[in-house]
């Protein structure tokens, strides 16, 4: 696969919906079938937060905060586990449909429900017992594998904030299009799709934390799209902790 390379910042609105996403077997961006898009990732975005992180996959923007730990409300009864709580919305200018409500849909609700459980497992909250951290993604751009890319995001900030984790998360999502495998999906790609994965784990001790399947699969493409999203979740945790090593030595 490709080595990634960080990428500057693309405009805000991309053009219509295209009717295909692949001619003559080529993906409309000129990327390979095993490609992620440009990354470009970053700490300390937001100094009131604990810890924050953007993450940009060319048309795709996310920005996530984390707070905490911090004590939790009065009523909630002792836990020696403390308590991740994961948000996740989308702004009113993130995609090609205006007039969105500011009151959290559904798609934001299950989106925050997956980085929750993608992320629960690598926290240590025994380290924080009676206490929240709250972590909060906003899609500033909404291009595609949105949802993998604000664990990433969250997993990113949450380690800024010197919060103490088994191991980082990295997520990666992959879209069937035409009986076609394609890592890290655009938008239109997963407007196509007719099957997709979406992955999260964590690498170094080779543990999925979040699996997500739609659509029908056979044994053998859904172990080769398992296979390619660890390949990608390997790669994005390799950034990842480039990030990491960068911020360090800048501080």
């Known amino acids: 696969m490709p080595a990634l390379a960080a990428g500057s910042s693309v405009p805000f609105f991309a053009s219509k919906q295209p009717q295909q996403v692949l001619e ?5 961006d000129g990327r390979g079938f095993e ?13 009131q937060a604990s810890g924050s992180a953007y ?5 795709t923007k996310v920005m ?23 948000d996740v919305k989308l702004a009113t200018f993130a995609t090609r449909q205006r007039g969105k409500s500011f009151a959290q849909s559904a798609d934001e609700r299950n989106t925050s429900a997956t980085v929750q459980a993608a992320l629960e497992a690598a926290v240590q909250r025994h380290t ?3 206490a929240n951290v709250d972590v909060y993604c906003l899609i500033l751009e909404s291009g595609g594998a949105d949802a993998a890319i604000a664990i990433t995001a969250a997993s990113l900030a949450i380690a800024d904030a010197g919060i103490e984790m ?8 992959v879209s069937r299009v035409g009986g076609q495998l394609l890592l890290d999906p655009t938008s239109d790609e997963s407007h196509h799709e007719d099957a997709a994965v979406l992955m999260a784990m964590m690498p170094s001790v080779n543990l999925v934390t979040q699996l997500v399947m739609t659509g029908e699969w056979s ?4 172990k080769e799209a398992l296979e ?8 994005i945790d390799s950034v990842v902790r480039q990030c990491l090593q960068q911020a360090a030595v800048s501080s």
């Open 35 to 47: 490609e992620f898009r440009a990354v470009f990732l970053n700490t300390g975005a937001i100094s």
């Open 219 to 222: 044994n053998s493409s859904s």
């Open 24 to 28: 003559a077997g080529v993906r409309l």
């Open 228 to 235: 390619l999203c660890m390949g990608g979740c390997a790669q």
């Open 64 to 86: 996530a905060a984390v707070y905490g730990p911090r004590p939790s409300d009065r009523k909630t009864s002792f836990s020696e586990q403390g308590r991740l709580q994961c």
């Open 55 to 59: 993450a940009e996959f060319n048309k």
């Open 128 to 130: 924080f017992p009676k």
């Open 166 to 173: 088994y191991d980082l998360v990295s997520a990666c999502s």
